[in-house]
């Protein structure tokens, strides 16, 4: 159904009007220490995004260029890495970062107090309202919106002209006549990157939850008080068959398939087909520059009420440790609010990063997010967008979501015995 009660409406219409993860980490530092060091500052930065790691080093080296006296220390946790776990591990060694990221709501609720409050910052004006509010707790801002993302399946079009595939399929029955279709033609339809639990724990499951969701606001409240549940929803049934679709579909071994092996295998046009979102038009750029990629939903049935949509959110958000010296603070506010406020740092989010801005005051033109980010327009322009739940799961729920599905392909469980462990898994981490 058409997203009358997505909290991002508001704030995807006026966008348009303007207009994660290798498990790997990866360090850029100016120095292995997170202290001042030689009259310098180090602002000690974890994210992650391994996606954008390199121009976030070129964006920061530019900020010290015209601030001499502070440098960056930056941490790249991604590709299906456990961030949380990372971000964790460093708070608990004494030397947390200064600089670090929360997906808002459940997450920002774990952190709260280690946030600094940023509702007084130049950049909260130009902010979607909507924007803000996975981060707003007592109606104080904790974290700046790092953008807007939106996932389904990216498809690759010189496949699908290959094939002769001329209309894009917007119901599960479409959907399963192209892969029919590209299969006859020699293509193999899907490449699925089901060794990362988060492809299917987060993406995947948001899928079902949005629908159930969106019919039914409280489906969600529900679980955490026994009113409803996944077993038997017909959406998560739904959600099965399209598992089971891509795999049947798809590329060998998905259990063992990874973020970097799946991306590799579509930008070589091995695969049609990935489940992704706009946050790999840096790597694609890379892969394979120019290819001619867009987006086509993932169906659960055959309305096109509530098919024909894409997810879309704010994936994540830059906060500020509340007892990082003071320093250190200063120049992490000052850093942010240049990052979205200056020619260079709003140029560098949108056509290096290839961002679609959270902010009403930095234009994002088509060619410079790239094909992905242009045709994720459409749809918010169109309305035609579910919101993410899975920021709204329990801690630690996704990646149990994720070995429960990683279960279900490896035949270990049925259908029903898997939706009963996910709702067994939501009732052992609710608070």
Not at 276 to 288: A, C, E, F, T
Not at 367 to 393: C, H, N, R, V
């Amino acid at each position: 159904m058409p997203m009358k009660n997505y909290s991002f409406t508001a704030f995807a219409i006026s966008l348009l009007l303007l207009f994660t993860t290798a498990c790997a980490k990866d360090s850029n530092t100016g120095s292995p220490e997170n202290h001042q060091s030689n009259n310098k500052i180090i602002i000690h930065i974890l994210q992650g995004k391994l996606e954008i790691a390199d121009q976030l080093k070129a964006l920061t080296d530019q900020y010290t260029r015209e601030h001499p006296n502070v440098i960056f220390k930056i941490e790249t946790v991604g590709f299906g890495a456990d961030s949380e776990g990372a971000l964790k591990a460093e708070f608990a060694s004494g030397k947390p970062p200064d600089i670090f990221t929360s997906e808002g709501y459940q997450n920002a609720y774990i952190w709260k107090d280690q946030l600094e409050d940023l509702s007084d910052q130049p950049w909260v004006k130009d902010a979607y309202p909507e924007a803000l509010q996975p981060m707003t707790i007592d109606g104080k801002v904790l974290g700046q919106p790092i953008n807007l993302e939106g996932y389904g399946f990216i498809y690759n079009k010189a496949l699908f002209k290959k094939a002769h595939i001329t209309k894009l399929p917007k119901t599960f029955t479409e959907l399963e006549a192209t892969a029919k279709k590209l299969k006859s033609a020699g293509i193999t339809p899907f490449s699925i990157a089901y060794a990362e639990w988060w492809v299917l724990g987060n993406h995947g499951l948001n899928v079902p939850f949005s629908y159930a969701q969106t019919e039914n606001p409280n489906f969600i409240p529900g679980l955490n008080s026994g009113a409803t549940k996944i077993t038997g929803n017909q959406y998560f049934d739904d959600y099965f068959k399209l598992l089971d679709l891509t795999i049947k579909y798809g590329n060998q071994n998905p259990l063992t398939t990874d973020y970097n092996t799946e991306l590799n295998q579509f930008a070589k046009g091995q695969t049609a087909m990935i489940q992704q979102g706009n946050w790999v038009q840096p790597i694609l750029d890379k892969l394979n520059p120019n290819m001619d990629v867009g987006f086509i939903p993932m169906p659960l049935n055959s309305n096109t009420n509530q098919t024909d949509q894409l997810m879309v959110g704010v994936p994540s958000n830059w906060v500020i440790y509340n007892k990082a010296p003071e320093s250190h603070k200063k120049y992490a506010k000052d850093f942010l609010n240049w990052m979205v406020s200056s020619k260079e740092g709003q140029t560098a989010l949108t056509k290096d990063f290839k961002y679609i801005p959270a902010f009403q005051n930095i234009e994002a033109k088509p060619e410079d997010i790239g094909p992905l980010g242009a045709d994720l327009e459409q749809y918010i322009k169109a309305g035609k967008t579910y919101s993410w739940q899975f920021m709204k799961y329990p801690d630690g729920a996704g990646q149990a979501f994720g070995a429960a599905l990683q279960a279900y392909i490896a035949g270990q469980k049925s259908k029903d015995e898997t939706e009963k462990a996910l709702d067994a898994i939501w009732v052992k981490l609710k608070k």
